[in-house]
């Protein structure tokens, strides 16, 4: 039970910080919304409602890059980071924690993308929705672990996409095949098969990227 | 002196004639994939390259899976020289990685006109793991040499061999809506003789992994013990 009153304190941490300061999620919401827009001018006039999909989960995954980028950057720039693996709890509570956080602000960027992407492009059906919903929990739990890595390094945001984007290649074939296949379930199962062995995986490791 | 454990690792005499059998094998594949090995009927001499791209492939997996296993001994607190090790299997797994991308090309371009076919499963799998292991080097020489950077490469090293599967079925999955399949390679039906070459090429490529391996293994514990000594009489 502590492990989880320790988890929820964590991701309160993050979103009180992220309420005060306000500095990542409307940098996040305006990205998503000006990547919607200049999609509109990248697409020649005549390109269908396929392709339209398909660049959603560019402007989504691109969108989630820069959160993750900032993700450690409170405890990096207080040197927080050090106090709370020192802090009495199961190191991974601080993984998990972050990563919940993340997914409010994932989630939060979704509300805004989709109906404007609803508007701008091509009706959103419930296939699409539950295959955004399943990524962002794979980008969350996979982004908050290599955006630890990334932050140990010297050159941090450069190497964080670098890190990133091979493993969200299997989040993309899922979330475009569900958007736009007509057995949008095999996509979707897909997705909660990588959510769950990816979350296991980080779970498991995460001690070892913030311990020395 | 913490660096070399001499009990795990080859004498430095065998290195050589380890190095000796590699060249003699992979001189012997190549003479039975040129000389003994029949022409395939449908390919010609294109599909030759074969019985080098598959064996080149088969071992890039070999090497990662290997890395991906001295990561796991190195997060088990077995030592620090299990983190060279890995590192030094998946710099060869990237090596023959790279080969797969360059032999798969040319067999595309041979066979099919084109030098790159999303296609074909194993070699868009082979560029996504390239993209993932190009990241592991930039990541590993972008941390202070320590036992942080020890851990996160071998966290990263353990990822790989679970994104490999990850994304094989993501490739076979976008294959059926996002790119129909247009080209199927021939299953191979191998004669006997074919066998044989393919079996060789594959014993000889393997061998010379493992020999190239250990020489590498062995100049990055040189360095290591010479920068100890250096430090030791500054």
Known sequence: MSYLADVATLARKDLRLELRARDTLPAMLLFVVSTLVVFHF??????DEMAAHGLLWVALIFTALLGLARAWAPERESGALEGLVLAPCDRSAIWLGKSLAVLVFLVAVQVVALPAFAAFFAPVGWETVAGVALASVGICTVGTLLAAMAAASRTRELIL???FLPLAIPLVVGGVGASVSSEPLEFL?????YDALFAILCWASFEYVVSE | MSTSSPNNSLP???????AAAAAGLVGLAIFFAFF?????????????????????ALTAYACFGWGAWKALQHLRGKGERYDLESYVAVHMGTIFGSLTLLTGSIWAKASWGHWW?????????????????????????????????ANISAVYALFGVVLVPV???????????????????????????????FCIAWLAITTLAYALYRVELLGKRL??????????LS
């Open chain 1, 42 to 47: 990248a697409l020649p006039a005549g390109a």
């Open chain 1, 161 to 163: 996409p670098l890190l």
């Open chain 1, 189 to 193: 199962a897909f997705l909660g098969l």
């Open chain 2, 12 to 18: 430095k005499s065998r290195v050589p004639a380890l």
């Open chain 2, 36 to 56: 003994v090995a029949p022409e395939d009927a449908d390919q010609g001499i294109s599909q030759r390259i074969f019985y080098f791209h598959v064996p080149i």
């Open chain 2, 117 to 149: 076919l999303w296609e074909e499963d194993q070699l868009v799998l082979f560029l996504v793991l390239f993209l993932f292991y190009s990241a592991y080097f930039m990541l590993r020489f972008s941390i202070d040499e320590g036992p942080r950077r």
């Open chain 2, 167 to 197: 994304s094989f079925l993501a490739i076979r999955l976008a294959e059926n809506v996002i790119h129909p399949t247009v080209f199927t390679r021939e299953g191979p039906q191998m004669t006997g003789t074919m066998f044989l070459t």
């Open chain 2, 223 to 232: 360095d290591a013990n010479l920068r100890e000594l250096r430090e030791a």
